[in-house]
């Protein structure tokens, strides 16, 4: 079975700095996807970033970029020019496709310093 | 619709009674998930229905929890004999249903059984 971990429960940063939220997964599959969701107190759970894992280029959005190292299995988040908004918790999630949906971590609380 | 919508949003209900979280997937998507998420934890998957498939049932916690899809389109989540563990939030995803699809959530059902 697929399994997801985020090794930081919290991270706080300065606003306008960068911050790298950590996660890496163990999978035997060669083809699978990956994602960033954001969820802000509003519970809503909203895609940040995604990354396909034949694809060799890290996945960009914006102020958001991973750094997907498929040989060691990681998935890290890096935000740039941290914004008030940013305030979330932060899930890694895996996906092989098909039935078994996403796989989670359990999640980084993102904390934004004015 | 435009989104994935969840209702109630939140519910109250005392231990034994049975509730009903519904869910309406966004227009023209096949698959559809329902996920658990207990306090400070990630999403745990509860139950997946592809199209008119019969549905895989394999996170249901318990013979408590049912799901059911009618017309391919709005779901209905059960918890029969509510116990205070079922406190949670319960939410909802849909994605059009192929390998490695974005898969959009609703906001969520906020269930407190006291």
């Known amino acids: 079975a697929q399994t997801v971990t985020q090794s930081q429960p919290e991270m706080s940063v300065q606003e306008a700095e960068t911050v790298t939220l950590s996660c890496t997964y163990d999978t035997s599959e060669s083809d699978y996807y990956l994602f960033w969701y954001k969820q802000p107190p509003s519970r809503q759970m909203i895609l940040v970033i995604r990354?396909?894992?034949?694809?060799?280029q890290n996945a960009t959005e914006n102020r958001f970029s991973v750094n997907f190292q498929k040989a060691a299995k990681s998935f890290s988040l890096k935000i740039s020019d941290s914004q008030l908004g940013d305030a979330a918790m932060y899930f890694c999630?895996?996906?092989?496709?098909?039935?078994?949906?996403?796989?989670f971590g359990k999640g980084t609380h993102l904390i934004i310093q004015p | 619709g435009a989104g994935v919508s969840q209702s109630p949003s939140n519910k109250v209900t005392e231990k034994g009674k049975d509730v009903e979280l519904r869910c309406d997937p966004i227009?023209?998507?096949?698959?559809l998930y329902w996920y658990r998420q207990s306090l400070g934890q990630g999403l745990e998957f509860l139950i997946y229905f592809q199209g008119n498939s019969a549905p895989d049932k394999s996170g249901l916690p318990s013979d408590r929890f049912s799901a059911e899809r009618t017309g391919g389109s709005v779901s209905t989540l059960t918890i029969q004999r509510t116990q205070q563990e079922d406190s949670a939030v319960y939410l909802c995803?849909?994605?059009?249903?192929?390998?490695?699809?974005?898969?959009?959530f609703g906001e969520g059902s906020w269930l407190t059984v006291v």
């Open positions: 227009s023209g998507h096949t698959a």
């Open positions: 990354q396909e894992a034949y694809k060799q």
């Open positions: 995803a849909s994605t059009l249903g192929l390998e490695g699809n974005t898969i959009y």
């Open positions: 999630a895996y996906s092989g496709g098909g039935a078994d949906g996403l796989t």
